[in-house]
């Protein structure tokens, strides 16, 4: 299957130099859909991840998946879930928009990049609520002096092989919690740098 397969429309918000771009994308996931097209449409999410910012549009027809408890009851559903939790994007729509159940997703890569969120009823006959929002581009200028690591850039492989190779029964032998805590803290941090 070739990437044309799925149903999505990705678009790329020009911003000004040194600014970044933001990616806009409506995903529709048929419920028959194939895996093969279902981990194409994954990898296009991923690759959207590199950009400045990302705002995604998705029907992804997971009727099963509690949003209360973010569990689901089929293996489709919960890999969903992984994609969704493994690239740290946020629900901004909190309430079920249709049949009492929450299928239509709008998500973000940034606190406070999409805003005044409205459902607007239906279109004509359809059983889906319109949803109209603002993408704030002024909330990705505001600078933090607050160091924070990008989760989606760290090579998790050799995290776990650093700290491995911490010889851990001598490292904490003799030690109570309290200074236990220090030495594995220092450590978490020097593999992490």
């Keep these: 299957m070739d990437e044309e397969s799925t149903e999505s429309l990705w678009v790329r918000i020009k ?3 040194g600014t970044g771009d933001t990616i806009v994308g409506v995903c529709y996931r048929p419920s028959d859909q194939e895996d093969r097209a279902e981990e194409t449409l994954y990898r296009q999410i991923g ?5 400045q ?6 029907d992804f027809n997971h009727p099963d998946i509690c949003s209360r408890d973010n569990t689901a009851g089929h293996k ?3 890999r969903f879930l992984e994609c969704i939790d493994g690239n740290f994007l946020l629900q901004v729509i909190e309430g079920p928009m249709r049949r009492g159940v929450v299928l239509d ?7 406070g990049l999409v805003g005044n969120v409205k459902l607007k009823g239906s279109l004509g006959c359809s059983d889906h609520e319109m949803v109209e929002f603002k993408v704030l581009r002024a909330a990705r200028r505001a600078h933090s002096k607050v160091t924070t690591l990008d989760f989606r850039r760290a090579d998790f492989g ?7 190779r911490v ?3 001598k490292a904490l032998e003799g030690r109570g919690a309290q200074e236990s805590w220090l030495v594995f803290k220092g450590h978490l941090l020097q593999a992490q740098k």
């Design 15 to 17: 911003e000004r130099a």
């Design 47 to 51: 690759a959207a991840l590199h950009s």
């Design 53 to 58: 910012a990302l705002v995604l549009m998705v």
């Design 76 to 78: 489709k559903s919960r």
């Design 105 to 111: 997703l709008v998500l973000s890569d940034k606190e």
């Design 158 to 164: 050799l995290f776990r092989d650093l700290l491995g």
């Design 167 to 169: 010889p851990w029964d």
